[in-house]
């Protein structure tokens, strides 16, 4: 079957780095996705991995392993608004199309 | 400015009534996407479109239904027989060409509807 797992709760304080797993299972992997959600709002695009290693962009890195089905989304120099939700999504071809699977998603709280 | 709109905002209606959700997007697209969100959950697919006049279920499409008779527009129905309608509504697009252009979706900025 299909399934993403990814904690719901980190909290960090500012200027930390934090470091958000997701683990998933698919038939028909082509590339993991993370957005951004801030409540209320659309989730907005960060990051895309479809072969194995580490994607950097700013302050925001996001890491592949395929034979683990693992991946990571790693938060630097946190600020308070990186307060949001991540949601770590999968997209799938074993259907013949591509479909995106979401984890639940990740509320990270940043402290002062 | 190219995007995806979603209209309107917040919608309210009385149980058992049917209500479309719009989605236009001006970023000539050919996939296009629809998910439910629920209060501490992630997105689930409702029904998706590669191209025109041509769509499929879902993940939770029961009680739902779409059409996509142009290429900028895939309006959602939810119909009466949706049990739990109350929930956040996001459409999404793709370029659905092969290359770097088609990694991404972009989203609208979703309608809360709230079935009374």
């Known amino acids: 079957g299909q399934n993403i797992d990814q904690p719901t709760e980190m909290t960090a304080t500012e200027g930390a780095i934090v470091q958000i797993n997701c683990t998933y299972q698919?038939?028909?992997?082509?590339?993991l996705f993370w957005y951004q959600q801030h409540a209320g709002e659309a989730p907005t695009f960060l990051s895309y991995?479809?072969?194995?290693g580490l994607e950097e962009k700013g302050r925001f890195s996001s890491f592949l392993s395929r034979s683990k089905g693992y991946s990571y989304l790693l938060l630097k120099e946190l600020q308070m608004k990186d307060s949001a939700s991540y949601l770590c999504?999968?997209?799938?071809?074993?259907?013949?199309?591509?479909?995106?699977?979401f984890g639940t998603g990740t509320r990270l709280k940043v402290l002062a | 400015d190219g995007g995806i709109t979603q209209s309107p905002k917040y919608l309210f209606r009385k149980e058992g009534q049917n209500v479309t959700l719009s989605c236009e997007q001006n970023?000539?697209?050919?996939?296009m996407y629809w998910y439910r969100q629920d209060p501490g959950q992630g997105l689930r697919l409702i029904y998706y479109?590669?191209?025109?006049?041509?769509?499929q279920k879902g993940d939770i499409a029961e009680g739902y239904s779409v059409s996509r008779e142009k290429k900028e527009s895939f309006p959602l129905t939810v119909t009466s027989a949706q049990k739990n309608p109350t929930a956040f509504y996001l459409c999404?697009?793709?370029?659905?060409?092969?290359?770097?252009?088609?990694?991404?979706?972009?989203f609208g900025p979703g309608t809360r509807l709230t079935v009374l």
């Open positions: 999404a697009s793709r370029d659905g060409t092969s290359g770097i252009k088609d990694n991404e979706q972009f």
């Open positions: 698919t038939s028909g992997f082509n590339g």
């Open positions: 991995n479809v072969l194995d």
């Open positions: 999504a999968v997209r799938d071809q074993s259907s013949g199309t591509y479909k995106y699977i």
């Open positions: 970023l000539n697209h050919d996939a």
């Open positions: 479109s590669q191209i025109v006049n041509d769509f």
